[in-house]
């Protein structure tokens, strides 16, 4: 599709000369959630809630500025020093990518949210929701730095799982909450997400205490193991408690759901006021 601003000039290739298909510096949209982002950042400002995971293979901010965004900002928990952040400064360095705010040390469930962000026309929250120990709070206060647009997603359990260790069935309004997650349900998704993504339920939501990725820490929830799991009615229906109108859905393998979202406008028309 036809972009709409941003420019070629010394964006996107690699050291060897070579265009990433993916990642920091592409040259065209790969997926849906690039052309949602190609159809409204042109003179937008865009925030990328921690894209610089999975070594920034799914970050934004270079793409939307390639669209045209204006005041584009990653954002992350981790401190600025951090091995995920510097492979993001580094790599936009040698792509040509400027201008990129980094917003280290950034806590979705903090209070002071909107205060040390500010708000942003587009917020990119992918990969996020299922991290959250307290997600319907987590939305609530992520609300606050959307000015316009949202596109948010989660790791979602399908209706029905059936293999080789049983059979499974999660009703439309699921939340599956993963430290209790045991027994057969346990054994069958186990089985799914690892024959399917070679996802290990055992590492990212391990069962009892001292395993590699622990849910609490210290007397604190921790934001790396996953905690939830939705069908993806239960997260459209979670979303639209934000007062946002959902424009359009892509759900990849029954696994990731991505919803695109704008603001009602009056209940934008009321915050501006």
Same mark, same amino acid.
């Given at each position: 599709?036809?972009?709409?601003? +941003?420019?070629? *000039?010394?964006?996107?290739?690699?050291?060897?000369?070579?265009?990433?298909?993916?990642?920091?510096?592409?040259?065209?949209?790969?997926?849906?959630?690039?052309?949602?982002?190609? +159809?409204?950042?042109?003179?937008?400002?865009?925030?990328?809630?921690?894209?610089?995971?999975?070594? &920034?293979?799914?970050?934004?901010?270079?793409?939307? $500025?390639?669209?045209?965004?204006?005041?584009?900002?990653?954002?992350?928990?981790?401190?600025?020093?951090?091995?995920?952040?510097?492979?993001?400064?580094?790599?936009?360095?040698?792509?040509?990518?400027? +201008?990129?705010?980094?917003?280290?040390?950034?806590?979705?469930?903090?209070?002071?949210?909107?205060?040390?962000?500010?708000?942003?026309?587009?917020?990119?929250?992918?990969?996020?929701?299922?991290?959250?120990?307290?997600?319907?709070?987590?939305?609530?206060?992520?609300?606050?730095?959307?000015?316009?647009?949202?596109?948010? &997603?989660?790791?979602?359990?399908?209706?029905?799982?059936?293999?080789?260790?049983?059979?499974?069935?999660?009703?439309?309004?699921?939340?599956?909450?993963?430290?209790?997650?045991?027994?057969?349900?346990?054994?069958?998704?186990?089985?799914?997400?690892?024959?399917?993504?070679?996802?290990?339920?055992?590492?990212?939501?391990?069962? *009892?205490? +001292?395993?590699?990725?622990?849910?609490?820490? &210290?007397?604190?929830?921790?934001?790396?193991?996953?905690?939830?799991?939705?069908?993806?009615?239960?997260?459209?229906?979670?979303?639209?408690?934000?007062?946002?109108?959902?424009?359009?859905?892509?759900?990849? $393998?029954?696994?990731?759901?991505?919803?695109?979202?704008?603001?009602? $406008?009056?209940? #934008?028309?009321?915050?501006? #006021?």
């Amino acid at each position: 599709m036809p972009l709409a601003g +941003g420019s070629a *000039g010394g964006h996107g290739l690699t050291s060897d000369g070579v265009i990433p298909s993916f990642g920091i510096g592409r040259q065209a949209p790969q997926d849906r959630i690039d052309d949602w982002i190609a +159809g409204v950042a042109p003179g937008r400002s865009l925030l990328d809630l921690g894209g610089i995971r999975e070594r &920034s293979g799914n970050e934004r901010c270079s793409w939307a $500025q390639r669209c045209g965004a204006v005041d584009v900002a990653m954002a992350d928990n981790l401190s600025l020093d951090h091995e995920l952040w510097a492979y993001f400064r580094n790599t936009t360095r040698e792509r040509g990518v400027k +201008g990129i705010d980094f917003r280290p040390e950034i806590d979705v469930d903090s209070p002071g949210l909107a205060q040390k962000l500010g708000q942003f026309d587009i917020v990119c929250a992918t990969a996020l929701l299922y991290h959250a120990p307290n997600p319907v709070h987590t939305l609530l206060n992520l609300r606050h730095v959307v000015g316009e647009y949202l596109i948010a &997603s989660t790791v979602v359990v399908p209706d029905v799982v059936e293999n080789s260790e049983g059979r499974v069935a999660f009703p439309a309004a699921s939340a599956l909450f993963l430290p209790s997650l045991r027994g057969q349900e346990r054994a069958v998704l186990r089985r799914h997400y690892l024959d399917r993504f070679q996802l290990d339920l055992d590492i990212h939501a391990p069962v *009892g205490s +001292g395993n590699m990725m622990p849910y609490v820490t &210290s007397g604190e929830a921790s934001p790396w193991p996953y905690w939830w799991f939705f069908t993806k009615s239960a997260f459209e229906r979670a979303l639209e408690l934000l007062e946002m109108r959902i424009l359009d859905r892509h759900t990849w $393998q029954e696994h990731a759901h991505f919803v695109f979202l704008r603001r009602n $406008q009056d209940v #934008a028309l009321q915050n501006v #006021a």
